[in-house]
């Protein structure tokens, strides 16, 4: 079957670093994307992995390993407005358009 | 997002009642999605289209409708079939290229009254 597992919740200080993960199992990968998401708005992209190794885009990078199933986000210098949901999608073979998503990680940032 | 329009942001519905979800784009993309999410969930699709005139099932099509007469929209009828219609209800578009994420728009909140 296809899955993806991400933790439920997390919590961190202000001005810390973050990392949230995700495993998946899909069939097929054409790659990963990360969006982040505010109480009561739309989910917005942070992000986009096809290739292993680390992406970075100023205060959040994120990572993937394919042959492990494997990403994560990771959020540095964390603001009290980095407290949102963040979730992790597979762009899977079988169809170049249908994401599989995951439930989200709700981050609360602390001050 | 700016190109991907949601109407209207909050809609009630009664019983026995069919209400329709507008989402309309000028990004030119030819996929868009329909998703609920429901308190504290992830992303569920219900339907999905790749080109006018064509559409697919989602995960959880039962008590909805579609239709694709136009590149631009793509709107959503929640009948009277879907027995819990209470959800926030979320447009999408994709363009071509893998690497493009999915766009969404602002998004519509349904409630029973």
């Known amino acids: 079957g296809q899955n993806i597992d991400q933790p439920t919740e997390m919590t961190a200080t202000e001005g810390a670093i973050v990392q949230i993960n995700c495993t998946y199992q899909?069939?097929?990968?054409?790659?990963l994307f990360w969006y982040q998401q505010h109480a009561g708005e739309a989910p917005t992209f942070l992000s986009y992995?096809?290739l292993d190794g680390l992406e970075e885009k100023g205060r959040f990078s994120s990572f993937l390993s394919r042959s492990k199933g494997y990403s994560y986000l990771l959020l540095k210098e964390l603001q009290m407005k980095d407290s949102a949901s963040y979730l992790c999608?597979?762009?899977?073979?079988?169809?170049?358009?249908?994401?599989?998503w995951g439930l989200g990680t709700s981050l609360g940032v602390n001050p | 997002d700016g190109g991907i329009t949601q109407s209207p942001k909050y809609l009630f519905r009664k019983e026995g009642q069919n209400v329709t979800l507008s989402c309309e784009q000028n990004?030119?993309?030819?996929?868009m999605y329909w998703y609920r999410q429901d308190p504290g969930q992830g992303l569920r699709l219900i339907y999905y289209?790749?080109?006018?005139?064509?559409?697919q099932k989602g995960d959880i099509a039962e008590g909805y409708s579609v239709s694709r007469e136009k590149k631009e929209s793509f709107p959503l009828t929640v009948t009277s079939a879907q027995k819990n219609p209470t959800a926030f209800y979320l447009c999408?578009?994709?363009?071509?290229?893998?690497?493009?994420?999915?766009?969404f728009g602002d998004g519509t909140r349904l409630s029973i009254l």
């Open positions: 999408a578009t994709k363009g071509q290229d893998r690497s493009q994420p999915q766009h």
């Open positions: 990004l030119n993309h030819d996929a």
């Open positions: 289209s790749q080109i006018v005139n064509d559409f």
């Open positions: 899909t069939s097929g990968f054409n790659g």
């Open positions: 992995n096809v």
């Open positions: 999608a597979v762009l899977n073979a079988g169809n170049n358009r249908k994401l599989i």
